[in-house]
């Protein structure tokens, strides 16, 4: 299993990391959509947490293309993970109630046609104070799903 170790060590080397100033984070790699799906699975599962819903909204966007006049391909694959903590979210909902408005939290994963090599993993930022508590949970399991924890 001497292998593995190297594998894990490759996926990491192969993953960047993008802050955007939209208010996303992202991270991008060279694993397939499936192994970074089965990772983020793997790693929400790892943390105690339940998968409430997932989003194939890279199929209702292909799928409706025409319905609603366009023509364009913007995902080969997109899905989006939905899921809560019942211990941070009480914990950033007792600080402020109305971080109500994050909760689910959600991970993104997707492949666009531009780049079919690659595959995002990601998230929205969240704000200065109790919700960054939230973010770094999601960060750990971005970075996790794609074996950079």
Do not use: W
């Not at 490759?10 to 100033?21: D, P, R």
């Not at 983020?40 to 819903?53: C, P, S």
């Not at 531009?114 to 939230?134: A, L, N, Q, S, Y």
Request: overall charge negative; proline content about 4%.
């Amino acid at each position: 299993m001497r292998t593995l170790p190297l594998i894990i060590a490759a996926a990491c080397l192969t993953a960047t990391q993008a802050f955007a100033a939209d208010g996303y984070i992202s991270y991008t790699t060279d694993q397939s959509f499936d192994d970074v799906v089965f990772g983020l699975e793997n790693a929400i599962l790892d943390e105690g947490l339940v998968i409430d819903h997932v989003s194939h909204t890279g199929d209702m966007l292909e799928r409706t293309k025409a319905d609603v006049g366009s023509d364009v391909t913007l995902f080969e694959k997109a899905d989006i993970y939905s899921f809560c903590s019942a211990k941070l979210s009480r914990e950033v909902m007792e600080a402020d109630p109305m971080n109500v408005i994050f909760c689910p939290y959600d991970i993104f994963v997707i492949v666009s046609p531009d780049k079919p090599d690659e595959t995002t993993i990601g998230f929205r930022g969240f704000p200065e104070g109790e919700m960054k508590k939230v973010e770094a949970l999601l960060d750990s399991i971005a970075r996790a799903a794609i074996g950079m924890e």
